[in-house]
C-alpha cells in the first residue's frame, strides 16, 4: 500500500503530479525494486520533467531533453504566491501557440543563475489571457524593489519570488499575507 503526502497544491504549476512519480520511482529504486535504467524509462514515460525529481540535486533540462545537474549556485530565498484558483494546464498548453528559442547555450558559465534571472516563462502569455488575476498579482508583486525577479510556475497559478537575502524574503511575506489575503 502507497500513501502519497501531496505538499504542493493541485494547480499550482510545480509539477507535484511529476515529483509524486519520481518520489514513488526513486523509493523503487532504494528497495532495489527497480534498476536505473527501468527508473530513467519509466520516468520519460511518465513525464518529461519526472526526471528532474529523482534526486534533490539542481538542475536544468534543456530543448533536446539532456539535463545538466549543478554542484555550485547562488542561494536565493523563495516566497511563493498561490492563489485560491488554480489553472488548467491543458488549457494553457492549448492556448499557447509559440515558444521562445532556446536563449542559453549549455556551455556557459553560471547557467543556472542567468536562467533563474533572465529566462522568461513562455506560458504566462496564456495563463494571463484565461486567467486575468494572475496578471495583477504579477504586477502587484513586480512593484517589489527587493525581489530578484518574479515570474509565474510552469503552466500557473502560483507565481515565485526570488530574493537575495532571507529579510527581504520575510519583509515580503508580511506585506503581501496582507495585500493578497486570498492567496
Do not use: H, W
Amino acid at each position: 500500500k502507497i500513501i502519497v503526502k501531496k505538499e504542493i497544491p493541485q494547480q499550482s504549476g510545480m509539477g507535484g503530479g511529476s515529483m509524486n512519480a519520481a518520489s514513488l520511482l526513486s523509493f523503487f529504486y532504494k528497495k532495489n525494486l527497480l534498476k536505473l535504467a527501468d527508473i530513467k524509462k519509466y520516468a520519460s514515460k511518465t513525464g518529461s520533467d519526472v526526471i528532474l525529481g529523482l534526486n534533490n540535486n539542481p538542475k536544468i533540462q534543456y530543448a533536446n531533453g539532456s539535463i545538466k545537474e549543478f554542484t555550485k549556485f547562488k542561494k536565493f530565498y523563495l516566497l511563493i504566491i498561490k492563489p485560491s484558483f488554480g489553472c488548467s494546464t491543458k488549457k494553457i498548453y492549448s492556448t499557447n501557440k509559440t515558444f521562445s528559442r532556446v536563449e542559453f547555450k549549455s556551455t556557459r558559465k553560471n547557467i543556472l543563475e542567468k536562467v533563474i534571472l533572465y529566462g522568461k516563462n513562455d506560458l504566462e502569455k496564456s495563463a494571463f489571457k484565461l486567467y486575468p488575476a494572475l496578471r495583477k498579482i504579477k504586477n502587484l508583486l513586480l512593484q517589489n524593489k527587493q525581489a530578484k525577479f518574479v515570474r509565474m510556475t510552469g503552466s500557473g497559478s502560483a507565481v515565485i519570488m526570488y530574493f537575495n537575502s532571507n529579510k527581504y524574503a520575510k519583509n515580503a511575506l508580511k506585506i503581501y499575507k496582507r495585500k493578497l489575503n486570498n492567496c
